[in-house]
């Protein structure tokens, strides 16, 4: 227990001075291994395995595919096609802004790039059409972070490496909870502009909605045809994604023509960026997972929590509480990385599903990603309208809330997150 005090000193110190996470995680771990005589030889083998997974495969192509589409001209589509369905409804906008980040992150399970894609378009839009600007900032910021529940989903494959399970099961297990989330979000966005008469914007004709409508086709198949592909078993979530990556390319040079070479470029560069900085993180974080297993700490705990006799609600609402004060400090696919190979195991002894374990860590991430003085969302939108994070806080500290209440929901009852992946695949 001292070896791991003294890393996780290091670890915050390093930290503290703006070291980056993965960078901090092995300096610190690689310390650790020292202090237990550790032979270090085979800290490349610990390297090459935290990165070897055919699961962590689709990350690159999630992410590319997502960069094309925010600069390819389908994102619009998608925005312009559901501003036509629904924006005329009290708070069109920002029920249309909900919707449009479902969408979106139902190809890039990313939240930062659903963030880039969607808040760029709709907070202006919102800003002049004369919304609250606090419910424009924070309705982006929440119903951005939908880029990781609503598969495919970053965060969930690293779970499912982590913990053995089916990715295709815990994607279809994010389903119905962030459907829930894009409710609940969508009903208090009507209630706030019903309230203060704002946001109602004239009915569009049969006919601009059905032209908007074929003009997006092509985007609103995108989604359909990965999540379609990986739940019909045609293909793996590392298959869906170069195809995502193929056909999001496609669309945008040939359909929308908003692409060029140099566009294509840049897209390589962020993504290629992304890819290192996330597959850094995995490195890290493996071997600080490696230290952990060495000092049997995941075993310390689980006969802890037996010896306690804690119930398996009791240990999955402990877990909420931990995830929301690591939220406070790190990264959303840190959290996962460092909370994972600790929490499953005990999970499992407990005999909670790991499912809807699983999801409740992804919402937990979640939430993290929403909660400052770290909480990325709020400063990704705040960098992007050049606000001050303080006024994003206030506005999303609704859609915090929901959040919340949909994340203990989850805690508590299995069948939120495990109906779906029952029904498709039985139990």
């Known amino acids: 227990m001292q070896t791991i005090i003294i890393v996780l000193i290091i670890f915050f110190i390093l930290l503290f001075l703006n070291v980056p996470i993965g960078t901090s995680m092995g300096v610190a771990s690689i310390i650790g291994f020292i202090l ?28 590319l595919a997502g960069s094309m589409m925010s600069q390819g001209g389908i994102a ?46 709709m907070i202006p839009a919102m800003l002049n059409a004369d919304y609250d600007k606090k419910l424009a900032l924070g309705v982006v910021a929440g119903a951005g972070s939908l880029g990781i529940l609503i598969p495919p989903s970053i965060p969930m494959v690293l ?37 203060r008469k ?4 004239p009915r569009a004709s049969m006919k601009e909605r059905l032209s908007v409508t074929w003009k997006a086709i092509p985007a609103i198949f995108l989604p359909v045809a990965i999540l379609g592909s990986i739940y019909g078993g045609i293909m793996t979530a590392t298959e869906a994604s170069a195809f995502a990556c193929v056909y999001a390319l496609f669309v945008s040079v040939f359909v929308y023509h908003g692409f060029t070479v140099a566009s294509f470029i840049e897209c390589l560069k962020a993504a290629v960026k992304s890819t290192a900085s996330i597959f850094f993180i995995i490195v890290g974080c493996g071997m600080f997972a490696q230290l952990l297993t060495t000092l049997r700490i995941p075993q310390q705990i689980l006969e802890a929590v ?12 402990l877990c909420d509480f931990m995830l929301l004060i690591m939220g406070m400090f790190l990264e959303g696919s840190s959290i996962m990385l460092i909370a994972a190979p600790l929490m499953a195991p005990v999970a499992m002894a407990l ?11 992804t919402l937990g991430i979640q939430v993290g990603q929403m909660t400052p003085p770290v909480g990325l969302n709020l400063f990704i939108v705040a960098g992007m309208q050049k606000e ?22 989850a805690s508590v009852l299995p069948g939120l997150s495990t109906l779906l992946p029952t029904l498709m695949y039985g139990a």
């Open 306 to 317: 037996i010896s306690s006799q804690m119930s398996p609600v009791s240990f999955i609402l």
């Open 198 to 201: 704002q946001g109602m914007r």
């Open 351 to 361: 005999g909670i599903d790991m499912i809807q374990f699983g999801i409740v860590m």
């Open 159 to 195: 779970y499912a490496t982590i913990a053995g399970v089916s990715v295709a099961k815990i994607f279809a297990a994010g389903m119905l909870p962030g459907l829930v989330v894009v409710v609940v979000y969508s009903i208090y966005c009507i209630f706030y502009a019903a309230r």
């Open 36 to 63: 237990i005589d550790f032979n270090l030889a085979t800290v490349g083998s610990i390297v090459f395995t935290a990165v070897s997974s055919v699961s962590l495969m689709c990350i690159p192509g999630y992410i």
């Open 388 to 409: 001050r994070v303080i006024t994003v806080i206030k506005g999303n500290f609704p859609f915090l809330l929901m959040l919340v209440g949909v994340w203990l929901l």
């Open 76 to 121: 619009d589509a998608l925005v312009k096609c559901m501003s036509a369905w629904i924006g005329h409804l009290p708070g069109g906008l920002s029920i249309v802004t909900v919707v449009a980040c479902a969408f979106f992150a139902a190809i890039t399970g990313s939240s930062a790039a659903t963030l880039a894609a969607v808040g760029g378009l």
